[in-house]
C-alpha cells in the first residue's frame, strides 16, 4: 500500500499539484506586496474604492470572496477526495498521523486564541489560526528542494487538506447566523440528484457544473457561506479508477493553474490592501492579536506535534522511517502559515473593518515569522542529498 501511495505521489498529477502551488506561493508574495504597495500610496483611495466597486448588488471584492473562492474550495474538495479514495488517507493507519495533526493544529491554536478572547466581542475570531495556506506551506517547503523526503511532502499536504476542511466545516457550523431553509433545502435537493447521477455512472462534467452553478445560488442566498458549494459538489463528482480518463482527475488537472495563478492572486490583491496607519503596530497589544499571533506561531506547531506524538504513543500509527519528531515539529511552524484561509475566515469572523484590517496585518506578520522559522529548523535538520 504505501509503494502505491507513493507511486501515485511521484505522479504527474502530484508533480502538477506541487509544483503549482510553489509557484503560486512565490505569487502570492508579489500579490500581497502590490496590494500593500498601493494601500498607501497616493493611489489609495482609487485602488481601494476598485475592490468596492458595486457590480449588481454586491461589491467586486464580495464576488471574489463568495464565487471565486467557491471554485478554489472545488480544487481543495477534489484533492480530499482523491486523498480518501487512493492517497494518504486511503488507508486508516496511515490517515492517522496527519488526521491527528491537523486536530491537534486546529484545537490547539484555537485554544490560544480564546484564552485571550474569551466573552469578549472578538471570541468569534477563533477560527483564524486554524487553517494553514497550502500553497505557501508547500511553497516554502519546496525551496528545499531534493532534501525533502517524499513522505514529508505526503505529510505536509495531506495535514493542509485536512486543516483546511476543519476551517470549511467550522464556517460552515458556526460563521451562520440566519438560515432560509427553502434555499437550503432546494441547494440540498440538487445535491442529492447530483449524487444519484453519481450513482447512475454519468460521466459527462456538464449536469454536475450546471448543478454546482444553481446550488452555488441556492446556497447564497441560504445563509451558509456559498463557499461550501464547492467541496459538497467534489464529492458528488464520480471519481471513477482515479486515472487520467476520469472526469474528476480532468477537472482538478484542469483547475490547477487558474485556482493557482488567477484566483488566489485576485483573492490576495483584494484582500490584502491593508492601509498601514499610525497606530497599527499598537494593534499588536489587542487581545484577539495576541490570539491570532501566538495562535499561528506557537499554537501551530505544538498542536501538530504533540497530537502526533500522542497519536504515535498509544499505537494508532507509527512515524515514517525517514522522519524524525524534529522534522515533524519544523514542519508544524510551516502550518502556520495562515494567510489565504486565516483572511478568509477573519472576513467572516468581524464586521468591524478596523479590526478586520488590522486582523490582517497580524496574519501576514505570524504567516511570515511561522514560515521562516518553518524553513530554517527543517535547513538544519534535513540532510542534503
Known amino acids: 500500500m504505501r509503494t502505491s501511495i507513493k507511486r501515485l505521489y511521484q505522479s504527474e498529477l502530484f508533480k502538477d499539484f506541487f509544483e503549482n502551488e510553489k509557484s503560486s506561493g512565490l505569487v502570492l508574495i508579489g500579490c500581497t506586496l502590490i496590494s500593500l504597495l498601493l494601500a498607501n500610496s497616493f493611489f489609495s483611495s482609487q485602488y481601494l474604492h476598485t475592490w ?3 457590480i449588481g448588488t454586491e461589491s467586486l471584492e464580495y464576488w471574489i470572496n463568495d464565487g471565486l473562492m467557491t471554485i478554489f474550495f472545488l480544487l481543495i474538495g477534489l484533492e480530499l477526495e482523491r486523498e480518501v479514495y487512493i ?3 486511503s488507508n486508516i493507519k496511515e490517515a492517522l498521523l496527519p488526521i491527528f495533526a491537523a486536530l491537534g493544529g486546529i484545537l490547539v491554536p484555537a ?3 480564546l484564552m485571550f478572547n474569551y466573552g469578549t466581542a472578538t471570541q468569534s475570531g477563533a477560527g483564524i489560526p486554524m487553517a494553514t495556506d497550502i500553497a505557501f506551506a508547500l511553497g516554502v517547503l519546496s525551496l ?7 513522505s514529508l511532502k505526503i505529510f505536509l499536504t495531506a495535514l493542509a487538506v485536512i486543516d483546511d476542511l476543519g476551517a470549511i466545516l467550522v464556517i460552515a457550523f458556526f460563521y451562520t447566523s440566519t438560515i432560509f431553509w427553502t434555499n437550503l433545502a432546494i441547494a440540498l435537493g440538487i445535491l442529492l440528484f447530483l ?3 453519481n450513482r447512475m455512472k454519468v460521466h459527462n462534467l ?3 457544473l450546471a448543478g454546482g452553478v444553481v446550488m452555488w445560488y ?8 456559498a463557499t461550501i458549494t464547492g467541496v459538497l459538489l467534489a464529492f458528488v463528482i464520480p471519481f471513477g479508477d482515479g486515472t487520467k480518463n476520469s472526469i474528476s482527475y480532468k477537472l482538478q488537472h484542469f483547475l490547477h493553474k487558474p485556482v493557482a495563478f488567477i484566483i488566489l492572486p485576485i483573492f490576495a490583491l483584494a484582500n490584502t490592501a491593508i492601509v498601514l496607519s499610525p497606530d497599527i503596530v499598537s494593534a499588536l497589544n489587542l487581545d ?3 490570539g491570532i499571533m501566538l495562535g499561528l506561531i506557537i499554537g501551530k506547531p505544538i498542536g501538530i506535534a504533540l497530537f502526533s506524538f500522542l497519536a504515535v504513543a498509544i499505537g494508532l500509527c507509527k512515524l515514517p522511517k525517514d522522519l524524525n519528531w524534529k522534522t515533524i515539529i519544523s514542519v508544524g511552524f510551516l502550518g502556520g502559515i495562515g494567510f489565504t484561509m486565516s483572511i478568509f475566515v477573519t472576513l467572516l469572523a468581524f464586521t468591524d473593518h478596523h479590526i478586520i484590517n488590522n486582523a490582517k496585518f497580524i496574519i501576514l506578520i505570524a504567516s511570515l515569522i511561522a514560515g521562516c522559522i518553518g524553513f530554517m529548523l527543517l535547513k538544519l535538520n534535513l540532510k542534503k542529498k
Open 87 to 89: 492517497g494518504e488517507l
Open 111 to 113: 485554544g490560544i486564541y
Open 195 to 197: 449524487f444519484i447521477l
Open 144 to 150: 528545499l528542494g531534493n532534501r525533502v523526503p517524499l
Open 288 to 290: 484577539y492579536s495576541k
Open 52 to 54: 468596492h466597486m458595486q
Open 206 to 208: 456538464i449536469p454536475y
Open 218 to 225: 441556492f446556497m447564497l442566498n441560504s445563509g451558509i457561506h
